[in-house]
């Protein structure tokens, strides 16, 4: 009885801290660019997201939200799921811009695979081209009552997809 | 300058190596000619020193069905508004060139891509396999060609599994390391390096190649005009231009001045929001975070008005095919001037900085030097040539739209080194300014836009513009309908690569964060990893490859210099 | 003192908790400054507790290869060990739960105790910055700690006694020694920064790869500690240097005003001297003043013995 009611704070603990203090890490898998200028913009003084609790980490090993953006070219591919794969659980992907969610105006092109939910599992989409960087935050405030609402789904990681663990 | 006295004796000069030409333009001249006598035609034109390699175009005039037609390479040569052109037509089963990178160092780039997506085999071409489609894309399956298919284009190895969602507990344990015998992760930047100094430089492209160009013959003319802005988001705004240009040319319509006024507005306050951004990132790059903020924040005032005057801060959208959508005028144009005058003042500021502060001279003055024979052999463009006192712009040499009644003065440097680069960019912002407030004081009245034909006439066209990077090229082709035959892009940033990759042999490691972000690279390449081989250095395995991701370079060149630079 | 005043000492107050909740508060008050000073308006007052928490339950991977015994445990040592030299210094203005003579230098010691976890653990990695690494760390010594150990001296110097709480009384007694030595005190505040890698003090001479590149191996419960390690120095540091140059800590009230104080001063060096000729002339300043922070021990040292009353 102790345990479980000691089990439900902690939970809940963990709850509240995570969806109060989401670190982003940031990858571009093929996009123009126009997106990660606009996630950058977010992060800087004017739009100022330290408000949430975020930062901007250099390695995915710090972060619990991958934030992305492109249609996934085949180059990027690889690189996009060995970065989701150095997330330590539990992690959330925030997909930004059209082209990550059906590879917008690329759609079509022989080079992409289009929808970054078609790589890795995606949280929450963020559409435009680009999206304003207040879009990019209601992105980031929507991934977190999405955490409030439910119990964060933690991914599995897959065996590295090259075989064979060294 | 007349097209005929442009090209004289470039006839003389290559003809024994050419079957025919003509001139379908009055800027161009086309020469035929076969893949044995091409080695000897380019040899003949360097000797004439008329001007630089500018792309290499392949197009297939087939279908679907392979017999039809044949492949034909282009070798587009430009000497300010004029392009002589050299043709090759080549059999659709088996084409082959030889390669003319012993002659002009910066085909490679071009003739790689030609081999990649056309299927042309170049013989004689250096360097690694693949450079601009994965390693995966299966063997002999070109996607430009025009009996590609999707289904072709399977990757050659099973998928790798996508990463589904479970709850489970526990840590786990993952093996990670720079020496994971099975990272097979394709540096984008190639570096052997002896000690701290660079001895080999390489570079591997591909991660945002999209297939756009294969994109643009499946969609309408107009609508390539949103596929074509979204090359890049920095530069969205001139990548529509030239096609617009291009493609208007070819349909043979008439654009009011009071358009193309407002186009080049739009082209300057991109320059300027693209020379502030780059200012920022190379700021950020040799570890002055404060200037990115600030000159970050400074270009918000560029942003701001790029959103009052188009509704979008990015992509503002400005072109139709035979005009633009937005006027520019009243309230409009006042903040315009205001901001124009606050951006004026700030941009003091920054050349004081670029030029005075001694921490930021130790990483730039004499650092990356390009002498003016090295860009001119290289084909260096854009403000990295102009720092390195090559009088490379074509709103002064090939003034289109506003720029023949708004002349621009050019902006050059002869120190070639990376101070030059920051330089000219900082000082041909203040020239954008001017020209702006001059186009605003005396805007030409009139329509916005004419119509344009959902058909656009066969032809060719070539529209080459200034970018803020150097010069955009584009080759469009149509055969009479309503979707392009061939659209081909040739952006700034490629040209100016072969530079790079040369200067950087003989600098130390530290500074190649600087250098490779001086030709201001699309932002995006500054994601790539960079694969190291070193020999001889202190605490590396000699002959060992390390994997190293940009931020460690750029780290690596940071406190080098904070450690005062041994 | 009976064993359960001494737990609820070491555990609760003023040692333990205590520390922790005045790391984490003392951290948002950097945060939120920094964040005014660059005219934002900076995180919530419960953000460092969010974020430690968030990484106390988050999954923390080990690279291969490495001493698992080491990886694990060094944070933990670390952590210990700035805890631990919490309980010497006179925490929320109150006498120190422990003292002996020479306490100073054992607290010291402790404070330092941070690097040398941080310098084992960027060498317990297969990082390629592994053998360079630990050079690196014993270069950050000598750059920051000695000086900020030097610093502390003059005070103890004038003091004539090796005990914190002796040091602290003698404060209190007598004239700031921000006025008599304030080199000493500069000195101090700019160790303590050095050492916290508090820009922009955070790439001296020394290339300080091996800190960053040992934090960037952990991802939970490591890197929580090492963080928290690093709150609890700065507040440790601040108590200390506070207590000797600025007039002693005689009850909380002069604790809080005096340390925020000091809080106030680091989070401005760190916005607001964040221009662009730093790299260099911080290097060339550090030279010259740890050399003369020397000599004003010397002198101290002289005068002492000499007779005069400081």
Redesign the interface.
Known sequence: MMQSTLRKVLDKAALWSRINSPWLVH??S?????????I??TL???YDLERFGVKLQ?SPRHADVLICT??V???????L??T???MP?PKFVIAVGS?SITG???H?????VGDIG????VDVYVPG??P?PEAIIDGVVQLLTKLKGA?P?????????????? | MSGESAFSGIQDGVGPWISSSRAPADNRLDMDTSAEHLVGAVTAFNALKWGYLSAITGFDSGTAAPSDGHIEVLYHFCRGPSVATFRVKLPREDPSVPSIGPLVPSAVMYERELSETMGVNVAGLPGRKRQF??D??PEKVY?LRKD?T?ES?A?THAE?????????PG????????????????GHFELAVDGEIVTHANIRL???????E??AE?RSWVHNI??M??????C?HIHATAYVLGVESLAGVAVPPRAQAVRTIFCELERIHSHL?WLGVAAHQA?????F?YS??DR?TV?DLLEELSGN???YSVNLLGGVKYDIVGKAADSIRRGLDFLERRLKRYLK?VTT????L?RTRGVGTITFDEANRLGTIGPTARASGVSRDLRVEAPYMAYRDFPVVPVLDSRCDLEARFVVRINELFESCRLTREILNRMPAGELSVPAPRKVPEGEVISRVEAPRGELFYYIRSTGGAKPDRVKVRTPSLCNWAAVLSVAVGHKLADIPMIMVGIDP???CN?R?ITLRRRGA???VPGAL?QWSW?DLR?YG???????GR | MNVVLALIALVLFPGGLFVILGSLAFEYADRKLIARFQNRVGPRWFQPLADLVKLLVK???????VNRGLFNGLPVAALAASLTAALYVPMAGLAPAWGFRGDLVVTVYLLMMMTLCIGLAGAN????????GSTRALTQLFSYEAPFLLALLGPSIAAGTWRISEVNGYARENVWMIVTQPLGFVVALIGLMGKLELPPFD???????IV?GALTEYS?RGLAFFRLGRDVELLVGLTLISAFYLGGLANPLHFILKTLALLFVTAGLQSLF???????TV?LWWRAGAVLALVQLLLLIVLKLLGVRL
């Not at chain 1, 078609?118 to 599992?121: G, R, S």
């Not at chain 2, 502060?357 to 930021?360: L, M, V």
Request: net charge negative; proline share 8%.
């Open positions: 990858f571009n093929g996009s123009c660019n126009g997106c990660d200028i606009e950058l913009a800087a003084p004017r250099g492109g249609p070219t085949r180059l990027a591919r690889e690189r799921l060995r989701y794969e150095q659980v082209c917008g105006a690329f079509g092109c022989y080079n992409i078609d790589v890795i599992p081209c680009p304003r119990v789904a933690r991914a599995r990681t897959a065996e590295t997809p090259f075989g064979g663990a060294e | 489609l994965s995966d894309w996607p590609f999707m284009a990757a790798a599994p996508t990463v589904g969602g479970e709850d489970e840590t786990f344990i993952i093996p990670i390391g720079p020496q994971h015998p099975a990272l097979k992760e394709p591909g991660y945002v190649h999209r297939g756009i294969k994109g499946d949103y596929l802005e979204r090359i890049c988001g920095i969205s951004l570890g002055f975070d404060t200037l903020m970050w924040r918000e942003m801060r990015v992509n900085i502060d001694e921490s930021f130790r699309c932002f995006s994601d990893s202190p605490g590396g390390e931020e780290q940071i406190k080098y210099y904070a450690g005062g | 999954e923390e991977i080990v690279p291969t290869g990695t297969l990082d390629r910055f592994s053998l360079i790439a001296p001479e020394a290339e300080t790869e960053s939970g964040a221009r662009l000729r730093i790299d260099q290097g």
